[in-house]
Nanobody, 115 residues
Framework: QVQLVESGGGLVRPGGSLRVSCVASGTISGINGMGWYRQVQGKQRELVAWSRSDGSLNYGDSVKGRFTISRAHFNNTVDLQMNSLKSEDTDVYYC?????????WGQGTQVTVSS
């Protein structure tokens, strides 16, 4: 059974930095990519950053230049370094793993940006 476990969320002041991490465990094959989405209750889940298995990266427009995704293929981990955080970055951040068979999601980690 595949499980995704996120860590590293928390409270940070505007302008600060935070790093969240995700580890995928279990029998995994046919990985297309891993990355991060975020969602505030009542809103649609949106892409934050995505790392494809071919090495290409995608970022949501609102985080370009501030967030950096990094992925370690050998142990199925993906990190998100978030700099210059703004109050509008406050959200629950979800890790997603896409395989040729199905998608998997983590339970989410709360990131709160507030003074």
């Amino acid at each position: 059974q595949v499980q995704l476990v996120e860590s590293g969320g928390g409270l940070v002041r505007p302008g600060g930095s935070l790093r969240v991490s995700c580890v995928a465990s279990g029998t995994i094959s046919g990985i297309n990519g891993m990355g991060w989405y975020r969602q505030v209750q009542g809103k649609q889940r949106e892409l934050v950053a995505w790392s494809r298995s071919d090495g290409s990266l995608n970022y949501g427009d609102s985080v370009k230049g501030r967030f950096t995704i990094s992925r370690a293929h050998f142990n199925n981990t993906v990190d998100l370094q978030m700099n210059s955080l703004k109050s509008e970055d406050t959200d629950v951040y979800y890790c997603r793993l896409e395989t040729t068979v199905r998608d998997y999601w983590g339970q989410g980690t709360q990131v709160t940006v507030s003074s």
